[in-house]
């Protein structure tokens, strides 16, 4: 019987999460209540850089928020009980992620208070509203299919939920891979291989979310993760991060087989001070390489270094998107081809970005609301694998 | 029907795919265009007959920056130049990497024909009047910048601060894109765009690109004239000359 009582928080364990994910929210609503009024002077984005920390965390919660569900696919589309199990759990945090990323990105808008607008009018030509569609409707896929798994009744109809979840959750990927290939003129973007490689990043990111979130609840509740799910999720999991990693390479050689991208990438690989740093250190040696490691390493790959391991392509998925939203902003638009450009509005030059506190605190903030969503939907409902207690 | 400015478009798979949305786009920016045109009481004149335009040349634009000042006193703008102040129009210094010729060039909205501003614009608040100049409806705009990150001209500004003595038919406001609009309130009255009538030099020819006997259309007839980054095809509103 107590194999299957539900994982839950302890009491105190569960208000101290609920107390400190609470105060990130709060800050981070603070904060874009501050750049409510005073305008975006206060974060670190100009007219050069006009994406700035906000995007990197929204983007990243939204991509993985589609990658999580990974694992329920797994389970219900290609039916492998061990992934069935935490197909539940992996439906939790995808909508806490989609609904933390949704929440940054939407007080950034210079006008929050339009949401209305942007809901009601809807540009059929524009990515970015054909994406608020996906997102929405994600919402209400994922949901649809929390309820089938975990309502008795509606058991039956949970593959095909678990279906529309799939295709849905490929689709909105794309979607927000597009929004970054339309943009022709951009050198950083415009590429037509964004799509998949979102796609793929997003398997990566979403199992490492997934794992931390996976070996928290259980070792806040004592329990222990069968030795053979964590074995075969680990695998999964290094064989995502080698394809993110193939996807990433093959990005950036396109853009160097075209010769006019090698400034470019030049930029972004060797001599733009902060983002080569932080592509080559934070992405590809913290990212990719050491998790790698820990992973397959026959000494390592025990359930700390999986943990580890996991945290460090979240931080990967970051410094990616670090270099890839604000180090292809900042450099400089190729508007007269051949000539040398200078002008009082950064013309020819590199952007120049400093992210500011506020714009760091609204991110955090979507984070915290992820954070608050999942310990709540823990607590309250069944969302955890049951396996053996550690005590038992 | 005259072909003078029509721009062979180069066949973006891209674009060829938007245009099947085009006609409900139009649905959705026509409010916005009622709701502008209302700002300045003003309803006919803005028809397709009509398609506005300017031809630069650059051999006459010299050190001075007249054009920048007539915009800013005309527009309301600061003036500041630090990166979030807004800039609808800028002096850009251009020196041949090859030959080494420098020049130099008013840069602003090149009024695109096919503007991947309104085209990724959630809202529809970046559209395209009937006489071909794009303006954003700042009553419409969320201020998501993503037209900023389309253009590819850099032609547009985000207000980042709370604005204070506005002019009154100029509508601007914190939170919103903005960009050139050919001093839509100018044109309407039947005037010249303001940096057009300050140049010393008369280096910014403004006129109808859609009337064949137009001052504009005979000049790029006779004299060879280009689009700053043709290959986009995007068919912009202003021309070159000297580049
Ligand atoms: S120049 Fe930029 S802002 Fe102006 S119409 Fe073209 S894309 Fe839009
Ligand atoms: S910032 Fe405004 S005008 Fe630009 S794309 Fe967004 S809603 Fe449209």
Known sequence: MANH??????????????????????????????????GHIITGMNNQIVWGMPHVFAIFLIVSASGVLNVSSIGSVFN???????????????????????????????????????????????????????????FSAVALYLWTMMEKRMNPWSKPAGLLVFVWRFVLTTGTGVIFSFLVARQAYGTAILPPMFIVMSFAWGMAVFHVAQSSIYEWNEKLLDPYVQKRMKNLMGVLV??????????????????????????????????????????????????????????????????????LIILGGFCFLYVFIIGGQAFPLSIFPGYQVTSSFGDGAIGLYQPSLPEIMLGMGGVGIAFLITTIGVRVLDFVPHELPKSA | MSDTNEISNTSEQRRQFLKTSVGAAAVAIAPGMLMFDMAHGKSEAVSGKV???????????????????????????SGGLSPTDSQWVRKVELKDMRTGRSLALPMMCQHCA???????????????????????DKHICIGCRYCMMACPYKARSFVHEPLHDQKPDVPRGKGVVESCTMCVQRIDKGLQPACAEACPNKSILFG???????????KMRTQASTQVRADLGLDTGLRYQGI
């Open chain 1, 5 to 38: 009582s539900p994982l839950r928080f302890k009491n105190r364990v569960f208000y101290t999460l609920v107390a400190a994910g609470g105060l990130v929210v709060l800050m981070g609503l603070y904060a874009a209540h501050m750049m409510e009024g005073h």
């Open chain 1, 80 to 138: 492998k009980p061990a992934y069935k199990a935490r197909a539940p759990l992996a439906g939790l945090l995808s909508i806490a992620m989609l609904a933390g990323g949704l929440t940054v990105l939407m007080l950034d808008l210079g006008r929050p208070d339009r949401i209305i607008v942007a809901m009601t009018r809807f540009n059929p030509t524009s990515v970015f509203a054909w994406n608020i569609f996906l997102y929405s409707g994600m």
């Open chain 1, 242 to 311: 080698i394809a993110a990693l193939y996807f990433v390479a093959a990005y950036h050689l396109t853009n160097l087989y075209f010769a006019r991208q090698t400034g470019f990438e030049r930029f972004i690989l060797l001599d733009g001070g902060v983002y080569p740093l932080v592509f080559w250190i934070g992405y590809f040696l913290l990212g990719n390489l050491l998790p790698l490691l820990l992973i397959y390493h026959p000494a390592l790959g025990k359930s700390k270094s999986i943990l580890f391991a996991s945290l």
């Open chain 2, 51 to 77: 398609r506005w335009g300017m031809l630069i040349n650059t051999a006459n634009c010299e050190d001075c920056d007249k054009c920048v000042k007539a915009c800013n006193k005309e527009n309301g703008l």
């Open chain 2, 114 to 136: 096919e503007p991947p501003c309104v085209d990724v614009c959630p809202t529809g608040a970046s559209f395209k009047r009937a006489d071909g100049i794009v303006l954003v």
């Open chain 2, 208 to 218: 109808n690109l859609n009337d064949p006997d137009s001052e504009i259309s005979n």
